[in-house]
């Protein structure tokens, strides 16, 4: 399944750098998006979500709500079956235009959906 990470961060202590090691070890192919990191953990980083090179079947989010309502139209050009409101990134209006737009918005933590096999 491809997953793309928004947010991706470096830093091992990081929930999101947490995703993007435990879904490749799952056997996901990973997509960090971050615009300010070269690679993690030997993973090229895209610097937007419209440099990702192949289709999305999900979006984890690991920003706020702030950066993640400036994401939308990208979101929405992405076309992922599904986006993941991790902990603390719950956007209501942005959520709304996914929703409108077919795409399903899941509240919960990768990393918890990843252990416990719901993923």
């Known amino acids: 399944m491809n997953v793309a990470i928004l947010g991706a961060s470096n830093k091992p202590e990081r929930y999101s750098h947490q995703a993007v090691v435990l879904l490749a070890q799952k056997d996901h192919a990973v997509f960090p998006v971050n615009p300010a990191l070269p690679e993690i953990d030997g993973h090229r980083v895209f610097p937007r979500l419209a440099d ?8 984890t989010l690991y920003v706020s709500p702030s950066l993640s309502t400036g994401m939308a139209d990208a979101l929405l050009a992405a076309k992922p079956q599904r986006v993941i409101f991790n902990p603390g990134t ?30």
């Open 52 to 59: 990702v090179p192949a289709p999305l079947h999900t979006v």
């Open 90 to 119: 719950e956007n209501p209006e942005l959520e709304e235009k996914l929703a409108a737009a077919g795409i399903a918005v899941v509240h919960a933590c990768t990393l918890v959906l990843l252990r416990t096999g719901q993923f």
